[in-house]
C-alpha cells in the first residue's frame, strides 16, 4: 500500500521537492552574503539592503512563497489524494484486496503527510536567511519598507519559524477532509483553497494577539514617543479635530496591539479638545506652540496606554500557534477516519 501511494504522489512530490531544493541552494547562497553584509555595516544595513535588488527580491518573494506554499500543498496534495479515488471508483478495488479503509487512509496522508512537513520546513531555512534583517530590527534600526517590519507582526509572523511547517501540514488535511466531503476533486481543491486563506487570515487576525496576556505600560505623550497622529476637518476654516494618537515604546521589534489615550480619570479618549490640534507639526517644524501643547496634555492627565508583545515572545508565540494548528489537523484527521468508517461504503 506505501509503494501504491508513493507511486500516485512521486511525480507532484518531485516537482514540490525539486523546487524547494532550488530554493534552498539560493537561500544557502546568498544567506551568508547578507549576513557578512549586516557585520560590517550595522546602522546602515538597511541603506546597503534597499540597493541589493537581489536580496530586496529574495525577501519578498520568500516571504510569498512561503505563505503560499500550504496552499499549494492543501490544493494539490490533500484534495486530490483521496477525492481522486473516491471520484473514480478506484478505492472500492483497493478496499476489495484485503487493504482495509483506516490502512487506507492512514497510508495517503502517512506518505503525503511526510512530504507537507519537509516542504514546511522551508520556513525555518527562510528564518535562518533573514536573521541578519531580524537582528537589525532588533537593534532598532529601521527601513521605510517591508525590511524592517519586526517578524512577530502578524504580517510576517506566519513566514518565520516553525508555524510553517504546521500550517502545511494542516492544509494537507483540510485538502483530505474537503475530498472526503465533496468527493469531487475540483470542487475539493478550490472549497481547500479558500479554507487555507481563511485559516492563514484567522490566525494573525483573530488568535495571535490573544496567545498570550499583552504587557501593558502607560506613559506620557512628547514629541519623540508621537508616531501617530490623525483627525478629520472642523465646523470651521482650518480646523482639525483630532481622534487618534499613537506613540512608540522602548521596545524594538514590539508588536503593538492596542495604542490608546487616556485623560486624567482613565478613560479612552475618543475625541480630543480642539486646542490639541497645536501639537500636529511636521518633524522638524516643532516650535514652542507645539512643545507648549504637549506639555499641557501632560499637565492635564493625558496618558498613552499601550498593550504589546516584546520580540522575546517571538518562539513561545510560535511555539503555541504551531500547537494550536497541528491539534487543528489531529482533529481533522480523526474525522476523516470516523467518515470514512462510518460514511463512506
Given at each position: 500500500m506505501i509503494w501504491l501511494t508513493w507511486r500516485q504522489f512521486r511525480v507532484s512530490a518531485f516537482i514540490m521537492l525539486g523546487a524547494l531544493a532550488v530554493g534552498l541552494l539560493v537561500l544557502g547562497v546568498t544567506g551568508p552574503q547578507l549576513a557578512d553584509s549586516w557585520q560590517v555595516s550595522q546602522q546602515s544595513f538597511f541603506d546597503q539592503l534597499a540597493t541589493d535588488r537581489v536580496k530586496t527580491a529574495i525577501f519578498?518573494?520568500?516571504?510569498?512563497?512561503?505563505?503560499?506554499?500550504?496552499?499549494?500543498?492543501g490544493v494539490f496534495?490533500?484534495?486530490?489524494?483521496?477525492?481522486?479515488?473516491?471520484?473514480?471508483?478506484?478505492?472500492r478495488l483497493v478496499w476489495t484486496q484485503g487493504v482495509t479503509r483506516i490502512r487506507w487512509l492512514a497510508t495517503k496522508l502517512g506518505v503525503a503527510g511526510a512530504g507537507a512537513a519537509i516542504v514546511g520546513l522551508g520556513g525555518l531555512a527562510f528564518t535562518w536567511w533573514c536573521a541578519p534583517i531580524d537582528d537589525a530590527v532588533a537593534e532598532g534600526y529601521s527601513d521605510p519598507g517591508m525590511l524592517s517590519v519586526p517578524r512577530l507582526w502578524p504580517e510576517l509572523f506566519g513566514s518565520r519559524g516553525v508555524v510553517p511547517l504546521a500550517?502545511?501540514?494542516l492544509a494537507l488535511v483540510i485538502g483530505v477532509t474537503a475530498g472526503?466531503?465533496?468527493?469531487?476533486?475540483?470542487?475539493?481543491?478550490?472549497?481547500?483553497?479558500?479554507?487555507?486563506?481563511?485559516?492563514?487570515?484567522?490566525?494573525?487576525l483573530v488568535v495571535q494577539a490573544r496567545l498570550l496576556p499583552p504587557k501593558?505600560?502607560?506613559?506620557t505623550i512628547t514629541e519623540d514617543r508621537l508616531t501617530e497622529f490623525t483627525g478629520r476637518p472642523g465646523s470651521a476654516p482650518d480646523e482639525m479635530v483630532v481622534e487618534r494618537i499613537g506613540v512608540s515604546i522602548d521596545s524594538?521589534?514590539?508588536?503593538?496591539?492596542?495604542?490608546?489615550?487616556?485623560?486624567?480619570?482613565?478613560?479612552?479618549?475618543?475625541?480630543?479638545?480642539?486646542?490639541?490640534?497645536?501639537?500636529?507639526?511636521?518633524?522638524?517644524?516643532?516650535?514652542?506652540?507645539?512643545?507648549?501643547?504637549?506639555?499641557?496634555?501632560?499637565a492635564e492627565g493625558y496618558r498613552q496606554h499601550v498593550e504589546y508583545h516584546p520580540a522575546s515572545r517571538f518562539w513561545t508565540l510560535q511555539l503555541i500557534?504551531?500547537?494550536?494548528?497541528?491539534?487543528?489537523?489531529?482533529?481533522?484527521?480523526?474525522?476523516?477516519?470516523?467518515?470514512?468508517?462510518?460514511?463512506?461504503?
Open positions: 519578498h518573494a520568500g516571504t510569498a512563497v512561503v505563505y503560499a506554499l500550504p496552499a499549494v500543498v496534495w490533500g484534495a486530490p489524494t483521496v477525492a481522486r479515488e473516491l471520484e473514480a471508483g478506484t478505492s500550517m502545511t501540514v472526503l466531503l465533496v468527493r469531487r476533486s475540483i470542487a475539493a481543491m478550490a472549497v481547500t483553497l479558500v479554507a487555507v486563506v481563511a485559516v492563514q487570515l484567522v490566525f494573525p501593558e505600560l502607560t506613559t524594538p521589534g514590539a508588536w503593538i496591539t492596542s495604542n490608546q489615550t487616556l485623560d486624567d480619570s482613565g478613560t479612552v479618549v475618543a475625541t480630543f479638545p480642539s486646542w490639541v490640534a497645536e501639537c500636529a507639526a511636521p518633524p522638524g517644524q516643532q516650535d514652542a506652540e507645539t512643545a507648549a501643547c504637549f506639555d499641557r496634555l501632560a500557534e504551531t500547537g494550536l494548528m497541528l491539534g487543528l489537523a489531529l482533529v481533522l484527521a480523526g474525522f476523516c477516519f470516523w467518515r470514512i468508517r462510518r460514511d463512506l461504503t
